[in-house]
């Protein structure tokens, strides 16, 4: 289902894939930086990663909040990425309108949590061809996902992203895993997000990044076929998501256990 979009995952050998990058585009520097880092750890495990990141954040809680570089640079340098490096490129839309444009850059276009439900959004998406990954709202009951997935097409991911739990607080439902793979679509955790607490920054995100492991863990256990994780190279001083980012010298780190804890649940 996910090919020819990957080098080392086929399916008569699937391997476990990784959706990997900073939270947005804070510069190209920056994004160059971090993704010749992730084309070595693909090399080097022989691992497919999807680099992310949002030219973008329109969803942000603050007016303040930085969002981005707007959409001409950012595609201009997550296609140079793409070029440079080879890795498959996934990044945000938030309107229909964008789809198309994006879609020229991204192998796989991504829709908000809070977007999931926008069918028009969707069917935009769904319409370039792109493999679209729609993050499960923090709203939303696993097995209402089908009709999302159905907005669509065939060619879909979803992501379990943590539920709200009251008011700045997610949890993740882990039996939400298998209900969703019953769609027989490529079903993704994402780690870093799930230990959000949604506006707990004071008009921002916080989060605590310690807990991203053990709950990528517990998804592998749970059957996920790609684990999702915003990476920076510091992420205290990242201009978006910082708390609930990994450093990315931790992510390497654990991409053999995870990889090794991936089969065995296999």
Partial sequence: ????????????????????????????????????????????????????????????????????????????????????????????????????????????????????????????????????????????APEDMEYAIKKVGKKVWLTERGTLFGYKRLVVDFSGIPIMKKFNVPVIFDATHSVQTPGGGKGVSSGNRDLAIPLAKAALVMGVDGLFFEVHPNPDKALCDGPNSLQIKEFEKEVPGLMELYRTAR
């Fill in 1 to 140: 289902m996910l090919f020819p979009l990957f080098k080392y995952t086929t399916a008569e050998n699937p391997n476990l894939f990784f959706i990997a990058g900073p939270c947005v585009v804070e510069s190209e520097t920056l994004c160059m930086k971090i993704a010749d880092r992730l084309a070595r750890i693909s090399s080097k495990h022989k691992v497919d990663i999807v680099f992310k990141a949002s030219y973008d954040k329109a969803n942000r809680l603050s007016k303040d909040s930085f969002r981005g570089v707007g959409r001409q640079k950012g595609l201009k340098i997550l296609a140079k990425i793409k070029k440079e490096f080879g890795l498959p490129i996934l990044t945000d839309i938030h309107e229909p309108s964008q789809a198309k444009e994006a879609a020229e850059v991204a192998n796989v276009l991504q829709i908000p949590a809070l977007l999931c439900r926008q069918t028009d959004l969707l069917a935009a998406a769904g319409k370039t061809g792109r493999w679209v990954n729609i993050k499960k709202g923090q709203f939303m």
